[in-house]
T-cell receptor, first 114, second 112 residues
Framework: GAGVSQTPSNKVTEKGKYVELRCDPISGHTALYWYRQSLGQGPEFLIYFQGTGAADDSGLPNDRFFAVRPEGSVSTLKIQRTERGDSAVYLC????????????FGSGTRLTVV | KQEVTQIPAALSVPEGENLVLNCSFTDSAIYNLQWFRQDPGKGLTSLLLIQSSQREQTSGRLNASLDKSSGRSTLYIAASQPGDSATYLCAVDQGGSEKLVFGKGTKLTVNP
């Protein structure tokens, strides 16, 4: 596709439920990033993939958060036992290679936990 | 731990004014600094990137400067237009990792 696609654009879930957020990067981009943006804050780094492997997951807040990229393209961010504090916009970005500053961000998934 | 601060948090100006947005960072050992624009409900668009060895970058009406030793960057917007209304985010790349550290942004409103 022409850009980074994130689905769904909005997700409302009940506290304690499991959610999956999907990111389709630009075709051919090997590096993929997830960020979380809470209201009134800047984006915060969650995890970075180079190809299929999570090269840096140091930003994941706890073990309820997990992300995969099994074929080196689409990535899924998974959140278990959601809490109200997980409510935020989850942003995905991709770039051609690691260290390449040509980031393209998706429009994000707005997650609301009620 | 790197911290990025942006001042002011919000700014409202009449159309045509020149304006300056400020960004400061606590750890001067950065690889590069980027300015992004974020429109409501949209992702981030990269505006300018300054490598640590550079002092400034220009694109159209935008000029970004970097003073690495003092931990500061400014984004200058000339002849502002209503279409410039957005949130402007500053982000630093520490190098040695792939993560960007963002400020909270400056929300700019340009009034017709």
């Amino acid at each position: 596709g022409a850009g980074v696609s994130q689905t769904p654009s909005n997700k409302v879930t009940e506290k304690g439920k499991y959610v999956e957020l999907r990111c389709d990067p630009i075709s051919g981009h090997t590096a993929l990033y997830w960020y979380r943006q809470s209201l009134g804050q800047g984006p915060e780094f969650l995890i970075y993939f180079q190809g299929t492997g999570a090269a840096d997951d140091s930003g994941l807040p706890n073990d309820r958060f997990f992300a995969v990229r099994p074929e080196g393209s689409v990535s899924t961010l998974k959140i278990q036992r959601t809490e109200r504090g997980d409510s935020a916009v989850y942003l995905c970005a991709s770039s051609l290679t690691a260290g390449n500053v040509g980031y393209t961000f998706g429009s994000g998934t707005r997650l609301t936990v009620v | 731990k790197q911290e990025v601060t942006q001042i002011p948090a919000a700014l409202s100006v009449p159309e045509g004014e020149n304006l300056v947005l400020n960004c400061s960072f606590t750890d001067s050992a950065i690889y590069n600094l980027q300015w992004f624009r974020q429109d409501p409900g949209k992702g981030l668009t990269s505006l300018l990137l300054i490598q640590s060895s550079q002092r400034e970058q220009t694109s159209g009406r935008l000029n970004a400067s970097l003073d690495k030793s003092s931990g500061r960057s400014t984004l200058y917007i000339a002849a502002s237009q209503p279409g410039d209304s957005a949130t402007y985010l500053c982000a630093v790349d520490q190098g040695g990792s792939e993560k960007l550290v963002f400020g909270k942004g400056t929300k700019l409103t340009v009034n017709p």
